[in-house]
DNA sequence: TATACCGGTATACTTTAGTATAGTAGTTAC
DNA sequence: GTAACTACTATACTAAAGTATACCGGTATA
């Protein structure tokens, strides 16, 4: 029987590897700015001073060590032109792109439960 | 045009709708706890001494506390026995439980991430 | 020469998260 | 009566995360 991570009654045999797949994610999208980084270049590539224009409240400090974590964890590609002066650019990588997916089910299910909980409070059965 | 989730494009119009959206499943995943309780509860009903004994290193504090969280932002219930003595059983709702969805995009790109990644630092194209 | 843009860094601080350790009230078994 | 189980709570602490503020070298503009 294959190492499915879907299946439930599986998760035991495997779950090494299912515990270090969540991790692996987790720690990209650990932390305040990760997520806000992620989204604002999913629109495209941004230099620093656009991501700091973009996401409000951001520090440079934080926004620096940010883009660290996540070029180093392959999710953000730099590249420096030599233009004059330098600019740079920060863009998703593949792994980056394809982490939309993981947002999207993040959305579907805060809906969904969003909706649930309304509807308790309020005593309503859908 | 409706707000979906899933469209990158209509993204814009319905962002205040998907921030909260994804706020709302980061506060259900955030800490350190969290997915090992939910992780735990996966499998069924359990009660406050098995849950501490199940997982690793957690101190009474921190799963009292993050039970309650869990509770009230409804991915727990909480369902007092009179028994003698009393007995509590921790259950996941049926949110909590459709969050298995979630996990299961975070573990497939966990996975596939890091096929990427190590292909990459190996030099290899799959 | 002064001002402003670029892509950051340095230092010091506060705030939040998590840990360690002990203790509670009630019940049961020896 | 004493030890052990249940489901926790209280207090005090440490460690991690994030903020505030200022600054760097380089270039371009007025």
Redesign the interface.
């Given at each position: 029987m294959a190492c499915d991570?879907?299946v439930?009654a599986e998760?035991k045999m495997c779950s090494g590897?299912?515990?270090?797949?969540?991790?692996?994610?987790?720690n990209?999208?650990s932390g305040k700015w990760k997520?806000p980084i992620i989204?604002s270049l999913?629109y495209g590539k941004k230099r620093f001073k656009e991501l700091e224009r973009d996401i409000e409240k951001i520090t440079p400090r934080m926004l620096s060590k940010e883009l660290k974590d996540l070029e180093m964890?392959?999710i953000v590609s730099r590249t420096v032109h030599n233009t004059i002066p330098v600019t740079v650019e920060y863009e998703l990588t593949?792994?980056g792109q394809?982490?939309?997916?993981?947002?999207?089910?993040?959305?579907?299910?805060?809906?969904?439960?969003?909706r649930?909980?309304k509807s308790?409070i309020m005593g309503v059965k859908l």
């Open positions: 991570a879907s439930l998760v590897n299912y515990v270090m797949a969540v991790n692996d994610t987790m990209v999208i997520l989204g999913l964890n392959s593949e792994s394809r982490f939309k997916a993981v947002l999207d089910v993040m959305v579907e299910w805060g809906i969904e439960h969003r649930n909980v308790e």
